[in-house]
Each structure stands twice: as structure tokens, then as C-alpha cells.
């Protein structure tokens, strides 16, 4: 049974940083898409970067790249998500996701088909 657990989230002033960290089990992640997104009360749920668990490919939806950096550890099957100079409008739950049939890191990040998800951490960036 495939399971992904996020942690690493809290809150944060703004300009701050924080980490959050997916733990992957049950399946065979290094050949996996895997990915960050997050919602906002009110809002759908977007992409925020993407990761090719074999090759290490990444993609960031604009609002984010420069910012933040993903990252995988494929012999543990996790992934990181470093997260700098976070505003308030970065509060959210973000969520974890995997993917074995995503075409392509931005596919993954556009729309997962047939993904697997975290339960979500919070994230809350205060003024």
C-alpha cells in the first residue's frame, strides 16, 4: 500500500524559511513523478514543483522558482521542499503527491493522473 507523509511544516514570519519533507513507501518511487502543491482556503489546489525520481528533472510553476527548491533522495524514496522568503500568500496546505504515470515533471505538476497523496502539512506565513 503506497503511502506518503509529509512533515517539516509550521508556522514562519515572513522572509523566513522552511522545510518540508514527503517520506514515500509501498511502491517503486525512484521511477515516479513526484511533487508539491498546495491549498489555500477558498482556492484550488495548484502545483508547485515537480520532480523526476529517476533522473532528478524538475520544474517549478513560476510563482515559485527562485524561491523554492525541490529535491529528492531516491535510496530513502523522500523528498524535500526548501522554501525561502516565504510570503504571507504562501500559507496553505501542502500536500505531497507520486505519480508512475505522469508523461513529464510539468504534466506531473499541471495534473497528476492517477496519483497517490499525503494528508498535507500546514503552512502559515505571518506578517
Known amino acids: 500500500q503506497v503511502q506518503l507523509v509529509e512533515s517539516g511544516g509550521g508556522s514562519v514570519q515572513a522572509g523566513g524559511s522552511l522545510r518540508l519533507s514527503c517520506a514515500a513507501s509501498g511502491g517503486t518511487f525512484s521511477t515516479y513523478a513526484m511533487g508539491w502543491f498546495r491549498q489555500s482556503p477558498g482556492k484550488e489546489r495548484e502545483g508547485v514543483s515537480c520532480i523526476n525520481s529517476s533522473d532528478g528533472s524538475t520544474y517549478y510553476a513560476d510563482s515559485f522558482e527562485g524561491r523554492f527548491t525541490i529535491s529528492r533522495d531516491s535510496t530513502k524514496s523522500t523528498i524535500d521542499l526548501q522554501m525561502t522568503s516565504l510570503k504571507p500568500e504562501d500559507t496553505a496546505v501542502y500536500y505531497c503527491?507520486?505519480?508512475?504515470?505522469?508523461?513529464?515533471?510539468?504534466?506531473?505538476?499541471?495534473?497528476?493522473?492517477?496519483?497517490?497523496w499525503g494528508q498535507g502539512t500546514q503552512v502559515t506565513v505571518s506578517s
Open positions: 503527491a507520486a505519480s508512475p504515470y505522469a508523461s513529464t515533471v510539468q504534466a506531473m505538476c499541471l495534473g497528476p493522473p492517477d496519483a497517490w
